[in-house]
Structures are given as structure tokens and as C-alpha cells.
């Protein structure tokens, strides 16, 4: 079940994710992610200590990847109810979901910024690539801990430095270069911006966490042609302005499939952390 949105407070400058056409592309890449994103998303769920019978949130859920895995390890007698600003990346997550009988799941468009949702009642907490991406990352994190109960844990996902990715960092190098897309604002908010060294851990503390515990976890991203590769660009882009996304498929006409498969190393830091027993 979707329910109507609240009022976000905007998202980071020039991506977004309300269109249908964003939501479709998401859902498109499920099986490239399960491959490439599946084992570091279950170590996630391990550091959560997902447990079944708990109520888990799911911050920024997106077409629900990581929540249907939560999914599975909560059983019938858990819940998890998956938090997204955009209503098109929830019903996604709906479609998902009712493929495959996950009915222990519940979707609400909110925004991570602004919880509306009760305080001290839930079991655990994950977000895979998304606090990032709000606005304010430290704000989201602060709901995060006021949502869950004393001395329960918080496991995220965003990705390393842009130096670390250049899988996904040098196609935004070239827009900028071509003008057609702005410089990135300075601060926490963005793909890259919890990435550097101790930007997770302090942004954690800042909002109140205790037992803040960080480790890079290495992804590689395995294609089996670079028309491949390309394809996958074109669907991760679709959240981009149309004008900055069409720019992508400038170059990509002559590419010859099959070629020879083509991996690129990636990297993602997660960060696991516990409300603090008293608040
Ligand atoms: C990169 S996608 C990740 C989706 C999903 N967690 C996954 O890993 O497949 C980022 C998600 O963050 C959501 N998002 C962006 N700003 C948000 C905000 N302020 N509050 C809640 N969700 C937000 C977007 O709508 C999008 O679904």
C-alpha cells in the first residue's frame, strides 16, 4: 500500500526520481543489481542483525531491491515498512513485492528528512544508496535514530569517493566537462558525498549514534558486452534531466555487441551503528 506524499524538501539538485519512466528503469535493473549489488546488500542485512518477527525500516527503498531480501529474512511475523519521497519508486517497490508474495512489506512515501513515524518503534534500520542522496544526509540520520528503539542498530550503504567509483563518477566527470550538467554542491548531499575518510563515521556521530563501525566493501561491476554497459547507463540516467540524458546516448550508436565482457571495480562503504541506550 502507497500512501499520498508529504511535503519533501527537495532532492539533490538536477536528479529526480518521481517519474515513471525513473521508476520503470530501477525495476529494469534489478537482475544487473542482484548480481553486482546482491552479496554486499545481504552483509548489509547481516550487519542490521535482521532478525524474524522484527519491524524493520527502509529509508529511500527505491523499486525495493534491498527490501524485498529484508523481506525474506523478516518471515511472516515481521514487518518492513519501506520509506521513499518518490510515490513511482514505491509502486515499483508494490509491483516487486507482489511478484514475489512479499506481503510483509508496507510502503509510504515520506521523506527520510522528516519521519512521519512514531518514535522508539522499530527494530531495525537500513538504507541502501539513499541517505546520500537527501538534502540533508545528517537530518536523515537523526530521524533514523529518533524512529528506532534504544540500543538497536542502523545499517547503511553509500558509495566510496568518486576517485574510488569512476564506474559511476566518470560519466557526471564528462557532463560537466560538456557543460550540460552543473558542478556538484559542495557538502554531504550527493552520489559521493559520504564517501571520503571519516565523513560516514562523524556524520553518524553528529546524529547522535553510538558505536559507529565503517568498512569498504568492494563491488565489481561485470557486463558481458560494452553495449552492455552503455544499456546500463541509459536506464540509471533515466532520474537525470532529459536534456543531461540524451547527452549519455551521443557516443553509444557505435558499439558492437557482442564484444568482449568488460568489468570495472567499484566501490561502496556501509557503516553499521546503535541508538545510544538512553536519549
Ligand atoms: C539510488 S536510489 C536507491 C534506491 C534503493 N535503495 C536501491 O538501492 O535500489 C535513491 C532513492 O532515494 C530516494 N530519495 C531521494 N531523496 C529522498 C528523500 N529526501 N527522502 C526519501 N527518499 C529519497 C529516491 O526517490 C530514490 O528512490
Known sequence: MTNQPSQGTGQASSISWQSRQAAEAWRSMAAVHAGVLGQVTEQMLDLAALDPGMRVLDVAAGAGEQTLA?????????????????ASMLEAANETMREHGADNVETRVMDAQRLELDADSFDAAISRFGVMLVPDPGLALQEIRRVLKPSRRAAVMVWGSAERNPFQSLPFAILRRLGVMPEAPAGPSGPFGLGGPGVLESTFESAGFRDVAVEAAPIQWRFASAADALDYYRLASAPLPPEVAARLGDEGGGVSRPSSSKSFDSSSIRAVSRCPVRR
Open 70 to 86: 529484508a523481506s525474506r529474512r523478516l518471515g511472516s511475523s515481521g514487518r518492513i515498512i519501506a520509506v521513499d519521497i518518490s
